[in-house]
Every structure is written in C-alpha cells, then in structure tokens.
C-alpha cells in the first residue's frame, strides 16, 4: 500500500467463529445482492452495478452477478481509488480493500461501505464471513477448511493485525 494510511477504526470480529466453509455465491455474493439484517434491507448491488450496461457502477466496482462475474473484478483486481491496492489478496484480508472497506470506519482509501448506511451496518458476523473467505483464498466455489484446520485466524484484534502487518495463514 504505498503511499497510503492504514485503515483505522476497525471492527473487532475476533471472537466470531471462524467460518470454515464458505460458498462464493451464496455467503459472498448473497451479502452483495442483500445485507439485511434486523433494521435494515439493502444491496451493495444497488450501487455497484451497471444495471446490464446502462450506468456507470459506484467506484467503478460492478458487484452485480447479472451484470457478469462480481468475482471476476474482485479478486486480484487494483481498485479504482488506488491502483497499488487490490479489492481482494487472497489468503489477506488485512492487505484486501474489500474487507477494509466493510470493516474499518477509515479504510486505506475512500470510506466505509456500505455507504451512507450507519456503522454496523454490516454486522461482525457478516464481516467475518468476507474476512474468512479471503483468509481461505478467495475461491470462487466453497472454501476448503480441511488445509486451515483448527488454526484460529482470528485471533487477534483487527487494528492490532492492520498495525502489525500481520500477513495471515
């Protein structure tokens, strides 16, 4: 991340369970088509779209399965806002914009998400999720606990892991 602060204000998730087997399409892309929670009903899709090619996505970051491959343009991909930070590091969250970003109230770059939606909008349980699927390699199908065992990746206090520079499994 040259250049670029650190993210701070981050979310503890270090005393969720980690989430051993985690489906792309249902777990992943299921909080970008719908993060409800008990307040709120909202989509990272109703902004990060290009509604099939007629707009513009937010940030320039399509999330929107109908609109092509939401992974496709995660996954080693530089974000917008900054070129030399990936969306998503597999096997590091902590280096990966995307957790960042649904994690920290001040990401490396740019501002929380969901946008305009109050922190905690996101619960810890639905950060971890994001957090253990990148932690696991950021599969496009289910991750496979068998190679993490029982190793707690979690373990440790989010800001203290951004701080550190702690590099993962």
């Known amino acids: 991340m040259a ?3 650190g993210p701070s204000g981050c979310t503890a998730i270090d005393y969720i369970p980690v989430n051993y087997s985690i489906e792309y399409s249902a777990a992943i892309q299921g909080l970008f088509n719908n993060f409800s929670n008990n307040s709120i ?13 007629m707009q513009t996505a937010s940030g320039n970051l399509d999330l929107d399965s109908g ?3 939401s992974y496709g343009n995660l996954v080693n991909v530089p974000s917008d806002e900054d070129p030399d ?7 590091h969250p902590e280096q990966s914009l995307l957790f960042q970003k649904v994690n920290c109230d001040n990401p490396a770059v740019g501002v929380r998400m969901p946008y305009g939606f109050p922190p905690g ?4 349980q639905q ?3 994001i957090y253990d699927w990148i ?6 199908d289910t991750t496979d606990g068998i190679f ?14 951004f701080a550190n520079g702690f590099e993962g499994p």
């Open 127 to 129: 950060q971890a999720v």
């Open 85 to 91: 930070i990936l969306y998503v590091v597999p096997k």
């Open 41 to 53: 009903s909202a989509a990272c899709i109703s902004c990060h779209t290009t509604n099939m090619g």
């Open 148 to 161: 993490r065992g029982n190793f707690d990746i979690r373990g440790f206090l989010v800001d203290n892991i």
């Open 67 to 69: 609109d092509g491959s």
């Open 121 to 124: 909008t996101l619960t810890p």
């Open 135 to 140: 932690a696991a390699g950021a599969p496009i």
């Open 3 to 5: 250049g670029s602060a």
